[in-house]
């Protein structure tokens, strides 16, 4: 059966889930609440940067395959299965999740859903939503038990977002223990990736949203753990890089996610982790992740020391200084700036008297309009124009390749701190450079 599909939400994980699933060769029907948004979509204008996506999407809104409503009566009447990509931010002043715009879908999706159908949640939940979305699906539905509920989360890296998706590295799937039903339509939906191998786990809804915040927890704890090294390595005086370096040789840790620096953001882990500490709290296994607090702790220490870093390089403060910021994104290939670790360095300097441009290639408008007191540059050598300092914070591949030399011409002074440790130390200290980055001496 050819199934077709809606995807709920158009925000970064629905927007990139209705494009390629369109491009596997389903039909799409994505729907959003916001009218200007999906105006946008329908005209072809992704409102993320994402590499590969939007012409993705501009060739499936072409071929006929995508497209765009703002109806649950139309997406209900159109769909067999039914996408849920709907955010789960961080409550104000909590650490748990707000998944009302969750519970909003269902409640105006299920009074439409008058034959069998699917519905396939994505997003990233407390343990225990899906179970609660399903008993409230069944009593709005007029298919009652005919309108099933599925967790499938998703595993997706911004900046990589289309191949995470159209070739997964393993397929999770939480279903109703009483019906093999959800996994048979899965199977099918998912037919083009399983036959290239990718695994595929069938588990409960308990276990299935368990897998994506472990994962985030897992991936957030080895990013602070080197970043932990990094803060002994500075104060013994020794190299974090050469250490991450003998670590990675090491089968049992590897090398991936080992790059010591100025930590993560964005708008996933770290609000998975604090959503995921206080969905422990609430079951009384609190002390289970009790670990989690410090690697939030290691992860914000980042940012601080990087601004004393700064703060050392223009000489014990900020007043009259001029501050280079390069990158606002919360990592590259991204236009993401939620919780950026670079912006966030850059307005705290702001805020201790210095005088801070941005330049980021992609993620420019979105810093602009979310923090107008910077100013921001229209290029790497305009930002670091007269600088004293200047600050490599996401390590976008132009900042990586920058000629020490030519950025030497423009500057104040030759003085940076590498918050990612992309940079070739010895070729910038041989330009004449005062080079600093974290952990290294």
């Not at 599909?5 to 389903?26: D, K, P, R």
């Not at 979509?41 to 409102?47: E, I, M, N, S, T």
């Not at 209900?76 to 039914?82: K, L, S, Y």
């Not at 932990?228 to 003998?246: G, I, N, P, R, T």
């Amino acid at each position: 059966m050819a199934y077709r599909l809606t995807i709920v939400g158009t925000g970064y994980l629905g927007a990139t889930t209705s494009a390629c699933m369109a491009e596997l060769g389903f039909e799409v029907l994505s729907l959003d609440v916001d009218a200007e948004k999906i105006d946008r979509l329908r005209a072809g204008d992704l409102p993320i940067y994402e590499p590969g996506l939007q012409e993705i999407l501009r060739r499936n809104l072409a071929n006929g395959r995508l497209r765009f409503t703002t109806s649950y009566e139309e997406a209900a009447a159109f769909g067999d299965v039914h996408f849920l990509c709907l955010g789960t931010p961080q409550k104000p002043g909590e650490y748990a999740a707000d998944v009302s715009y969750l519970d909003a879908a269902i409640e105006s999706l299920a009074p439409h859903l008058d034959r069998e159908c699917l519905i396939v949640g994505k997003s990233t939940v407390p343990v225990g939503t899906a179970q609660r979305l399903a008993d409230k699906l069944a009593r709005l539905a007029p298919i009652g038990a005919g309108a099933e509920l599925a967790w499938n989360p998703e595993f997706l890296r911004e900046g990589f977002a289309v191949k995470d998706t159209l070739h997964p590295d393993r397929i999770v799937l939480g279903v109703a223990s009483a019906s093999d039903r959800a996994e048979k339509i899965m199977r099918e939906v998912y037919a083009s990736m399983l036959e290239m191998g990718t695994p595929m786990v069938i588990t409960d809804y308990p276990t299935a949203e368990l897998v994506k915040v472990a994962a985030n927890a897992f991936l957030a704890t080895k990013i602070s753990f080197i970043n932990a090294m990094a803060e002994v390595c500075e104060a013994a005086h020794a190299d974090v890089k050469q250490l991450s370096l003998a670590l990675s040789f090491d089968d049992r840790i590897g090398g991936k996610f080992l790059n010591p620096g100025l930590g993560f953001g964005g708008g996933c882990l770290p609000k998975d982790i604090r959503a995921f500490m206080a969905r422990a709290g609430e079951l009384g296994a609190d002390q289970a992740l009790t670990f989690l607090r410090e690697v939030d702790a290691i992860n914000m220490r980042r940012r601080a020391r990087m601004v004393d870093l700064a703060r050392e390089l223009a000489g014990g403060s900020f007043r009259g200084c001029t501050v280079a910021v390069l990158g606002a994104a919360f990592k590259p290939n991204s236009d993401d700036i939620r919780d950026s670790p670079a912006l966030d360095v850059a307005v705290k300097i702001s805020e201790q008297g210095g005088r801070v441009t941005v330049y980021d290639p992609v993620a420019q408008e979105n810093a602009r309009k979310a923090h107008p007191g910077l100013s921001y540059g229209a290029s790497a050598l305009d930002a670091a124009k007269d600088a004293h300092v200047v600050l490599l914070l996401t390590e976008w591949q132009e900042f990586i390749t920058m000629d020490p030399e030519e950025l030497g011409s423009v500057v104040a002074s030759r003085k940076i701190v590498d918050g990612r440790n992309a940079l070739d130390a010895e070729t910038w200290r041989a330009s004449g450079w005062h080079y600093r980055a974290l952990g290294r001496p």
